[in-house]
Nanobody, 129 residues
Framework: QVVLVESGGGLVQAGGSLRLSCAAFGRALSMLAAGWFRQVPGKEREFVAAISWGGYTRYYADSVLGRFTISRDNAKNTVYLQMNNLKAEETAVYYC??????????????????????WGQGTQVTVSS
């Protein structure tokens, strides 16, 4: 059983940066495709970024392309989300998600929240205008 724990959220001014971390406990992160989502009350969970287990493939929502970077360090069992030039409307709880894959799925990633089976508890990101 793997548990994902996010950290790095907080309060930042518009235009600022934050780096979120997602640490895996109880099992190696290396065989998990991973993703980041965000959610505000009353709205559906929104896809932000995804990365394949080997880090070979990354995919971003159009709204964050060029400003956010997803990466992973499997030796540290951690996935990261570097967020630059943040906007006030990006205030949300950010969630890390994982899904087990096989070694043959080195380039596979998922963008639908229904595709993920493991979720962290979320970390609040507040961007002030």
């Amino acid at each position: 059983q793997v548990v994902l724990v996010e950290s790095g959220g907080g309060l930042v001014q518009a235009g600022g940066s934050l780096r979120l971390s997602c640490a895996a406990f109880g099992r190696a992160l290396s065989m998990l495709a991973a993703g980041w989502f965000r959610q505000v009350p009353g709205k559906e969970r929104e896809f932000v970024a995804a990365i394949s287990w080997g880090g070979y493939t990354r995919y971003y929502a159009d709204s964050v392309l060029g400003r956010f970077t997803i990466s992973r360090d499997n030796a540290k069992n951690t996935v990261y989300l570097q967020m630059n030039n943040l906007k006030a409307e990006e205030t949300a709880v950010y969630y890390c998600a994982g899904r087990s894959v096989t070694s043959d799925d080195g380039s596979v990633y998922y963008t639908r929240h229904q595709s993920y089976t493991i979720w962290g508890q979320g970390t609040q990101v507040t961007v002030s205008s």
